[in-house]
C-alpha cells in the first residue's frame, strides 16, 4: 500500500527552465509534507516542508504547493540549475507521530 | 561527530548469518529512526526510537529484525539469520527535540550501511 505516490521515475529538464516534481498521497490523516534531495553515493538531505494549513512555502528557487482536496503538492524549482541533478523524494507525517512515509522518488537532470 | 555515522558502510554476508548495523546520530538529537532503501525506490521505516523508547516497530518485516537504543544515543539494528531479500541499503537518521512543542518532522540521514547477502 503506498501512500505516497511519485508517478514520474525521471524528469530532464534544460538549465534556466522550471522543473516541476510531482507528488500524490492516498492519507488523509497526513498534515505535514516535505521534500528531500540525494546525490548518488550520499543520504537524502532535507530540501524544503510544508503544513497542511498552508497551500505554498517558498524558500529562494524552491516553492512548494499543496492541494489538500486533491491530495497532491508539487515542488517546483525556477530557475533549475545542473546542480539541482538528483533524485527527489517527497515524504509525509501525521502531526503527533515522527514516522515520514517516503515517495519512490523522481530524478531530476538538468542539461546544459 | 558533525552528522550521522554509520557502520559498516559495506556489508556482504552469507545467508543465515546474523548481521549487526550500527548508527551513531547527531549529538543532543533526541529521536532516531531506521529505514530500509531497495534500489529505485525511497526509503521505507522500520522503527523508530525517542529516547531509548522504542515508539513504533510497525515496519520491521518480521522477527529476525530486531532494534535497540539503551542508552538513548547510539541504536544497533540486528538481522538473524539474514535472507537474500534482505539485502538492501539501510539507513539511520535523527531530528531534533521539537522547537516550541511543534515537530518540524526533519530527519538527518547517514550515507547508509548496504547490506548484500549472498
Known amino acids: 500500500d503506498q501512500q505516497v505516490k511519485q508517478n514520474s521515475p525521471s524528469l530532464s529538464v534544460q538549465e534556466g527552465r522550471i522543473s516541476i516534481l510531482n507528488c500524490d498521497y492516498t492519507n488523509s490523516m497526513f498534515d505535514y509534507f516535505l521534500w528531500y534531495k540525494k546525490y548518488p553515493a550520499e543520504g537524502p538531505t532535507f530540501l524544503i516542508s510544508?503544513?497542511?494549513?498552508?497551500d505554498k512555502n517558498e524558500d529562494g528557487r524552491f516553492t512548494v504547493f499543496l492541494n489538500k482536496s486533491a491530495k497532491h503538492l508539487s515542488l517546483h524549482i525556477v530557475p533549475s540549475q545542473p546542480g539541482d541533478s538528483a533524485v527527489y523524494f517527497c515524504?509525509?507525517?501525521?502531526?503527533?507521530?515522527?514516522?515520514?512515509?517516503f515517495g519512490t522518488g523522481t530524478r531530476l537532470q538538468v542539461f546544459p | 561527530g558533525a552528522g550521522v555515522s554509520q557502520s559498516p558502510r559495506y556489508k556482504v554476508t552469507k545467508r543465515g548469518q546474523d548481521v549487526a548495523l550500527r548508527c551513531d546520530p547527531i549529538s543532543g538529537h533526541v529521536s532516531l529512526y531506521w529505514y530500509r532503501q531497495a534500489l529505485g525506490q525511497g526509503p521505507e521505516f522500520l522503527t523508530y526510537f525517542n529516547y531509548e523508547a522504542q515508539q513504533d516497530k510497525s515496519g520491521l518485516p518480521n522477527d529476525r529484525f530486531s532494534a535497540e537504543r539503551p542508552e538513548g544515543s547510539i541504536s544497533t539494528l540486528t538481522i538473524q539469520r539474514t535472507e537474500q531479500r534482505d539485502s538492501a541499503m539501510y539507513r539511520c537518521?535523527?531530528?531534533?527535540?521539537?522547537?516550541?512543542?511543534?515537530?518540524?518532522?526533519?530527519?538527518?540521514f547517514g550515507e547508509g550501511s548496504r547490506l548484500t547477502v549472498l
Open positions: 510544508i503544513s497542511s494549513i498552508k
Open positions: 537518521a535523527s531530528s531534533p527535540p521539537p522547537s516550541g512543542g511543534t515537530n518540524t518532522g526533519e530527519l538527518f
Open positions: 515524504a509525509a507525517s501525521r502531526y503527533n507521530t515522527d514516522k515520514l512515509i
